[in-house]
């Protein structure tokens, strides 16, 4: 099966979970679909869980002990990726540039195509995260794509052995406003931060957050939004029902507190009895895939306000 024209050496999940280009349709995603693999050194592992990855996206969750790393740093050649922290908190590194960073629970760290990166957990407490990685985790023709080591990666009582290390400028990020003008450029443009190879970590108040519907309000904040990913948590206050939407990229729902009831349209469609529509309920810790043009809307009937983190690749 070469769904995707894979070359050899790219295990055959990559491109096609859960399913291949042309064959995709909506579903929830249940444990017992995700593909485990084990990325770094057999002393420096991060265990994964990846749940989706089509030709627009890849999503996984990982897990790293308490005291542990992973070993050698990550890199992407095809694709920026983000980290989004479900459990724990995480020491993000990169060993080119030295730059380092702690973050928590909630909190995202954006890690620009190319761009050295590693997590250290320095707690007593694993972490737990999600990757998305788009437009592409791997390429067609190899499945690392060959990591070149770093010869000297920038700890602090390294610097006397520093000549390799990368001089990048400062990086600052841009002054944007806080409405729809930032979407695609959130929190800055895509091609400045892989030219700066610039980690930038998102806390709650630095999303871009925006009230979704012109009639129904339900709240979106984007962790990023990019020329190739956007991803954000979706508040869907008490009795609320969103519009409905469709994305020219695949949609992976995850959701975070409460119990999300999603709808797609075309089940309206096939129905001729309009008084009853078929939807999904999403349980806390529940995935869902919607495929590319498929019309859906969020609604929330608990007693307290829904959140789930929500990815759509390449286009919104
Ligand atoms: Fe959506």
């Known amino acids: 099966m070469k769904e995707s024209g894979k070359g050899d050496g790219i295990p055959e999940w990559i491109g096609n979970t859960p399913f291949p280009p042309g064959k995709k349709r909506v579903c929830r995603i249940t444990r017992d679909m995700y593909v485990g693999f084990l990325y770094g050194f057999e002393t420096a592992q991060v265990e994964n869980q990846v749940f989706v990855s089509t030709d627009m996206i890849f999503m996984a969750e990982w897990t790293l002990p308490p005291g542990s790393h992973y070993e050698p740093p990550g890199y992407h050649l ?33 890690i620009p195509q190319c761009t050295r990166h590693q997590i250290f957990n320095m707690t007593d407490k694993r972490i737990v995260a999600i990757a998305c990685v788009a437009p592409a985790i ?12 770093v010869e000297a990666p920038r700890f602090y009582k390294g610097r006397d052995k520093l000549s390799g290390g990368l001089a990048v400028p400062p ?13 695609g450029i959130w929190p800055a443009p895509g091609p400045e931060l892989r030219k700066a190879k610039q980690l930038v970590i998102v806390r ?4 871009l957050a925006l009230i979704h519907g012109v009639e129904r309000h339900v709240l979106f904040s984007f962790v990023v939004s990019s020329d190739f990913m956007h991803l954000g948590v979706l508040t869907a206050p008490v009795a609320s029902v969103s519009e409905f939407e469709t994305h020219e990229g695949d949609e992976v729902i995850n959701v975070l507190e409460g119990e999300l009831c999603v709808r797609i349209s075309s089940f309206k469609e096939e129905r001729s009895d309009d008084a009853t529509y ?3 309920k999403l349980l806390e810790g529940n995935k869902m ?19 789930a983190y929500i990815a759509v690749a390449p286009r919104l």
């Not at 791997?138 to 080591?149: H, N, S, V, Y």
């Not at 895939?289 to 959140?307: D, E, L, R, S």
């Open 171 to 183: 990086y600052r990020l841009p002054e944007l406003k806080r409405n729809i003008d930032s979407i």
């Open 204 to 207: 709650p108040r630095d999303q």
């Open 138 to 149: 791997w390429a067609d023709d190899g499945m690392g794509t060959i990591i070149p080591r």
């Open 78 to 110: 095809h694709g920026d990726e983000c980290y989004y922290l479900l459990e724990g908190e995480a020491t993000g590194f990169n060993p080119e540039t030295g730059e380092t960073f702690t973050f928590g629970k909630g909190d995202a760290m954006i």
């Open 278 to 280: 078929p939807h999904y």
């Open 289 to 307: 895939f919607i495929p590319a043009g498929v019309t859906h809307q969020y609604m929330n009937f608990i007693n307290n306000p829904v959140k």
